[in-house]
């Protein structure tokens, strides 16, 4: 309270987490709705689900979350090869394993291993887990139309000087349409960093990312805008891309991506890749 003298028995140390912790409050309260929200609209009580779904074309996008769900009691499991942000000699390895609640509500971790050259000395270690909740509340296989919604909650990082040392927590919105033999992916989504660091504060940044693929047989070709929003900088990327889905490996799905980076923020080419496996499920 304004006016108020300092309270002796409180030591200095203690007075300024107080104050960090009542400046954020808002940050906190914002990430106290993304919650609520993300978790109100991801429970399946509040949607009826139909007894098909749009047509599955591809397992996963490189930029971005694909609208289909898994299917229940189906696990898939990823992993690939991705160059790193925003320098051009980093590198990382990420692992996704997802699994169907229902044939609309599924959860997923995203474990990833960050490999940095910081000259004279390179740096490698997991980076931030996320763990993420999405549900499909739309899907029409008869207007080719899908919406979903998820919430992600990343843990700070385990290694020094990979990742962030913060809270990660990221509401998100996936819209899908066909337009076949086109088909079209938007994914949107907005995050709050809360850092553990005393001396910084939380930020807020978002992702936007558009796909458009089309199937030929067992491949599919794809293209990708990806633009991530952050506090300075907004790199901006586009990434051609092929699938093959093999007709003698059932459920398997092998990716490649070729990255160009469209501001000074991103990597000028870079490489991804990726292999995606689902086991049981209807």
Not at 178 to 191: T, W
Request: aromatic share 14%; glycine share 10%; proline share 6%.
């Amino acid at each position: 309270m304004q006016g108020q003298t300092s309270n002796p028995h409180i030591p200095p140390d203690s007075t300024r987490l107080l104050t960090s912790y009542a400046l954020d409050a808002g940050h906190r309260r914002l990430i106290g709705v993304l919650i609520g929200v993300s978790f109100f609209c991801c429970h399946p009580v509040f949607a009826k689900e139909e007894e098909s779904n749009v047509e599955r074309i591809v397992e996963e996008l490189f930029l971005g979350l694909v609208v289909y769900p898994q299917e229940r009691g189906e696990f898939q499991f990823s992993t690939g090869f991705r160059s790193a942000h925003k320098k051009t000699d980093d590198f990382r390895l990420e692992t996704f394993i997802e699994y169907g609640i229902t044939d609309r509500l599924q959860i997923a971790a995203e474990f990833p291993v960050d490999f940095l050259r910081a000259e004279p000395e390179k740096i490698q270690g997991l980076g931030n887990v996320e763990l993420e909740t999405y549900y499909n509340f739309y899907n029409n296989p008869s207007s080719g139309r899908a919406y979903g919604v998820g919430f992600v909650l990343g843990l700070p990082t385990a290694t020094p000087e990979v990742g962030e040392r913060a809270m990660i927590y990221e509401s998100f919105f996936v819209a899908y349409q066909e337009f076949k033999p086109f088909y079209f992916n938007f994914f949107a989504g907005i995050d709050v960093e809360d850092s553990l660091i005393a001396e910084e504060e939380s930020q807020v940044g978002g992702d936007i990312a558009l796909a458009v693929f089309r199937k030929y047989d067992q491949f599919v070709l794809d293209l990708e805008l990806g633009i991530k929003i952050e506090e300075g900088e907004t790199p901006v990327r586009l990434a051609p891309a092929l699938y093959w889905h093999p007709r003698d490996w059932k459920d398997t799905e092998f990716a490649v991506s070729l990255p160009i980076g469209l501001t000074g923020e991103t990597p000028n080419l870079g490489v991804l890749l990726m292999i995606t496996k689902e086991f049981g499920g209807g």
